[in-house]
């Protein structure tokens, strides 16, 4: 029986071109175990907070003299007053009771407005990738895609995922399609290599090819490159899009063909090499499966089961055909499997896209699967559509959960489907009736939160300084997760003759610091690149901006050459005088020569040189045979890496 990728018809446009847009970014609180306060204010006390702090709202007209009583009358300290007009403070709680505690005692006061933790916040993550503000499953800002308006928020929450991890090398995702372009410049890295006997196949290969029976998946249709840069792409590395994983290892098992058409024998055999590298020692953990059609196989079920005996996630997608598949059993999404995950298609929207599948029992939640930019084959990147594009959504964020928690099979799978957001267009549609929530995902495997960190950018690129002047940087020192040390600031290859200082150093926290680089007139004119450090405790991080040294007297030279014109007879001979005119002080030795003579004439320089500034008499000899007629004869002289001309006419009789 046939099989074919996810692929509706006209979803596909390819692009090659560059596309600059400026990025975009938005913050967001994945909401999760919480406790309603007595004020009926949710407060979720599974997101990092300072300890021992609170804040207090109180009431208006509530004078600075009756918060005092309260505060002292719960042995705590005011820190400081956070907010005249909405009258709050924050509060460092006594060490006689908890923060839950604290927060009940305080809400009881008939004054008190509202108590809440002081929460760590952060700044999202964002990659330097130029396609990334395209990327809305990332960061749905509401940006316009193909033309269409998204909704902020409607999005897996990708960059506050990547403040806890951004993936890692040591787990494996399979691409069960039609292989991958291994060669991309955006996946390359983070192809599964074969250390040589996994499976049978060679070292250095990248996984297997059930069509032909080798160990070549290399893609000849496109779809699985597409999914496997969703998955995969290498982030952060100034190069087309961002994966969900920015470091990954993806094999590829291709049993489709260059149509996107295959077998349920290859389909097996694909998913039994996969299989059999995680019992050979591989940490594959997770396949994705872009495809469907076909009846019900006995042989594709029990390999399916096999691998969720492995401790494999079988991520597949449900369909283009927009059916219930509870009642027209789509495969392989209907099988039912313990260890399977079956994904609709949702757009910018948080709607279900019109040609998904789906299935109050059969499929599991949505993910976005609408206008979804990705790597396509020979460099390039395509925009496509399909519950095959909101697949790898799945697979990449059990990849991403499995970086920070080496879940089983059966705790990845409810990891995955009870932290999803709820949206009302998969209500009573879907088992969960939501759409991915990476980010609650990893924070429910119990990964710790992020920890904090700082980001150090300098501006400009690139300065241009004559020797003996000076110029500026400005260091940008930003803050991750609640960061508050002080960063001390260095530089490195300056020229010689060179002091560079900063002002203000250390940087505290949030902040930014002048570099003034000082050259002297003895400083080599030439291009340098500065490197600046930024290090607190164990953390460091750098950036780099570019020095261009001039000459304070810029070395130059002029050519001339005197008479404009001569006239002589075929067989005789005549002479122009040449001057060279140094400035900046150059000194270096002039050479000339000279082209456009007639035939049969030949020409001296007498100096055949000039150094620094002189002159050089120019000698024209002509022969018998020499043809008459007026010529252009241009004069060239070149001296160290400057070159000059100059011309004259000579008339011939």
Do not use: C
């Amino acid at each position: 029986m046939k099989i074919h990728a996810f692929f509706p018809v006209g979803t596909l446009r390819v692009s090659r071109r560059a596309i600059l847009v400026k990025l975009g970014s938005l913050g967001s609180l994945a909401l999760g175990a919480m406790i309603l306060t007595s004020q009926g204010a949710p407060v979720d006390y599974r997101y990092p907070r300072v300890p021992g702090q609170l804040i207090v709202g109180f009431k208006a007209g509530v004078a600075d003299a009756q918060e005092d009583v309260i505060h002292h009358t719960h042995g705590d300290q005011t820190l400081h007053r956070v907010s005249h007009l909405g009258n709050a403070r924050l509060i460092q709680i006594g060490g006689h009771h908890n923060l839950d505690q604290a927060i009940r005692e305080y809400e009881a006061e008939g004054l008190v407005s509202y108590a809440e933790p002081n929460y760590l916040v952060h700044a999202v993550v964002i990659p330097n990738d130029p396609y990334f503000s395209l990327q809305w499953a990332w960061n749905n800002t509401g940006q316009n895609i193909q033309g269409i308006t998204g909704v902020p928020g409607a999005d897996i929450k990708a960059t506050d995922a990547w403040n806890v991890t951004t993936g890692t090398r040591s787990v494996v995702v399979g691409v069960v399609d039609t292989g991958i372009d291994y060669n991309h410049s955006d996946l390359a890295a983070n192809v599964w290599l074969n250390p040589g006997g996994i499976g049978g196949g060679p070292a250095g290969s990248h996984g297997f090819n059930a069509i032909t029976k080798t160990y070549d998946p290399l893609d000849d249709n496109g779809h699985g490159t597409h999914v496997s840069g969703t998955i995969g792409a290498v982030g952060n590395n100034g190069v087309g899009v961002a994966g969900l994983n920015w470091t990954t290892a993806i094999m590829g098992l291709k049993f489709l063909d260059a149509s996107g058409s295959g077998t349920t024998a290859d389909a097996v055999s694909a998913i039994d090499f996969a299989v059999n590298a995680k019992l050979a020692g591989v940490n594959l953990r997770v396949l994705n499966n872009s495809w469907g059609g076909g009846g019900y196989s006995q042989a594709l079920l029990n390999e399916i089961n096999t691998a969720g005996a492995n401790d494999i996630l079988f991520v597949v997608a449900a369909g283009n055909s927009g059916l219930n598949i509870d009642q027209t059993p789509e495969y392989p999404a209907s099988y039912h499997t313990p260890n399977m995950i079956a994904v609709a298609a949702t757009d910018n929207d948080d709607l279900l896209a019109s040609f998904s599948n789906y299935g109050a029992t059969s499929v599991h939640l949505g993910a976005p699967g609408v206008n979804i930019v990705s790597t396509w084959p020979g460099n390039s990147y395509a925009w496509a559509s399909g519950t095959s594009m909101a697949t790898p959504h799945v697979a990449g964020a059990a990849a991403l959960i499995l970086a920070t928690a080496n879940l089983p099979v059966a705790t990845l799978k409810s990891t995955l489907l009870n932290n999803v957001d709820a949206i009302p267009s998969l209500n009573g549609l879907t088992t969960t009736g939501g759409r991915l929530n990476v980010y609650r995902a990893i924070l429910a495997s119990g990964a710790p939160p992020p920890s904090p960190d700082f980001t150090l950018s300098a501006t400009p690129a690139s300065r241009s300084v004559t020797a003996g002047g000076q110029t500026t940087y400005t260091v940008s020192i930003g803050t991750l997760n609640g960061f508050a040390g002080a960063v001390n600031l260095s530089v490195s290859g300056l020229p010689s003759g060179t002091i560079a200082s900063f002002n203000p150093t250390p940087v505290n926290g949030w902040g930014s610091s002048t570099l003034t680089v000082s050259t002297s007139s003895s400083t080599t004119a030439g291009t340098y690149t500065l490197a600046i450090t930024g290090s607190s405790g164990a953390l460091t991080h750098r950036a780099t901006v570019s020095l261009t040294v001039t000459s304070s007297s810029t070395q130059n030279f002029t050519l001339s050459a005197s008479p404009a014109s001569q006239t002589v007879s075929a067989g005789s001979s005549t002479s122009y005088n040449v001057t060279v005119t140094a400035s900046g002080g150059f000194a270096s030795t002039v050479n000339f020569s000279v082209s456009g003579l007639p035939r049969q004439a030949k020409v001296s320089f007498n100096p055949s040189s000039v150094a620094g500034s002189g002159s050089s008499t120019l000698t024209v000899s002509t022969s018998g045979r020499t043809p008459s007629g007026t010529y252009t004869l241009t004069l060239t002289g070149t001296g160290g890496n400057l070159q000059r001309r100059t011309s004259v006419s000579l008339t011939v009789r």
